[in-house]
């Protein structure tokens, strides 16, 4: 019998604003993680992978709203959930990472006493053994003299230290699911692969499941089991990250890969992808990517203008929203009235 999914997202749709002019930031979205697995979500800037991050959690503040579908967490549904067991969840059961530490980082608080607290409000430790545990916890991730840190305040240590603290942070209570997104962004390349070396350690040790939230390839390339990318809200391709970067089958996907630099490659001019990423807030009646897509000449321009693509299955287990892959059978059917 197959495993039960950890994380299983539903017809997820979160918007902002209401009526005509909505944003559908999140537009549809099925996907689901397993436990210890490492999904990988990228796309461009505006694509809606912060936001799909943040609806896993229920951090999406007015005017913003988690308009449709389920997050199933264990089998339990984290959008219906009451406060308290809300408030149990995080942190506990799934922890996030987010963009810019150092300004998620209290300023007047220092480090050692921002790890324990979630140890000693939601842990059960007392000040001491919290306090004990916070040290371990910084040594663990790598930062030099745990001691002396753990006094220190964020503005007296480094980006990547200040990364390292919040890596420690979420990964105190010994989550099972852990959201990171863009955990290296405004970090030099050597960092970056020191943050990302100590997320897949820890997360092994741990047996914690981890979405990586990125816009970096070479990133998911480095991390990931599967890779689910973005456009305009949507997945349009979720696959093995071996298939994905072998044969991508969506024109987008393809299109990421193109523009990425390869090590040790004499380009001279990377290959951008034309065009820019639609206006949300309108209806958009066929492909979001059509507009940009080189490949619509062999889809059938018509139907990609006109026609919002299902998702396909080129192979078990690798869905494609796109009409090139008209061929293989659908995943779903294409609700009514998509837009």
């Given at each position: 019998m197959p495993e039960a999914p950890l994380l299983e997202l539903r017809g997820l749709r979160t918007q902002f604003g209401e009526g005509a002019g909505a944003v559908r930031a999140v537009n549809g979205v099925d996907l689901s993680l397993r436990a210890g697995e490492v999904l990988g979500i990228v796309g461009e800037s505006g694509c809606g992978k912060t936001v799909l991050a943040l609806s896993i959690l229920r951090l999406i503040?007015?005017?913003?709203?988690i308009a449709a579908g389920q997050v199933l967490f264990d089998g339990q549904d984290v959008l219906a959930m009451p406060p308290r067991a809300l408030t149990a969840l995080r942190g506990r059961d799934i922890?996030?990472?987010?963009?810019?530490?150092?300004?998620?980082?209290?300023?007047?608080?220092r480090i050692g006493a921002q790890i324990?607290?979630?140890?000693?409000?939601?842990?059960?430790?007392?000040?001491k053994a919290a306090w004990r545990e916070a040290v371990e916890l910084?040594?663990?991730v790598g930062l030099p003299n745990p001691d002396e840190k753990a006094r220190a305040y964020p503005h007296e240590i480094s980006g990547g230290q200040a990364q390292r603290v919040m890596i420690a942070i979420a990964l105190a209570l010994r989550p099972?699911?852990?959201i990171a997104d863009e955990p290296t962004t405004a970090l030099d390349v050597t960092v970056q692969a020191q943050i990302l070396d100590l997320l897949r350690e820890r997360c092994r040790a741990l047996g914690t499941a981890l979405i990586l939230v990125t816009h970096d390839i070479g990133v998911i390339a480095q991390m990931a089991d599967r890779v689910a990318v973005m456009y305009a809200g949507r997945v349009v391709e979720n696959a093995p990250v071996a298939e994905i970067l072998s044969r991508p089958a969506h024109p987008y996907t393809q299109g990421l890969l193109r523009s990425a630099p390869v090590m040790g490659a004499v380009q001279a001019r990377l290959r951008e992808i034309p065009g820019g990423i639609p206006d949300l807030g309108r209806p958009i009646p066929g492909c979001?990517?059509?507009p940009r897509c080189t490949s619509r000449a062999e889809a059938g321009p018509e139907r990609c203008d006109r026609q919002a693509p299902p998702s396909f299955l080129p192979q078990p287990g690798w869905q494609a929203r796109c009409w090139l892959q008209a061929g293989a059978p659908a995943a779903e059917p294409l609700p009514e009235g998509w837009s």
């Open positions: 503040d007015p005017p913003g709203r922890a996030m990472i987010f963009q810019q530490p150092k300004a998620s980082l209290d300023p007047v608080m324990a607290e979630p140890l000693r409000l939601r842990g059960g430790r007392g000040r910084l040594a663990a099972r699911l852990l979001a990517f059509a």
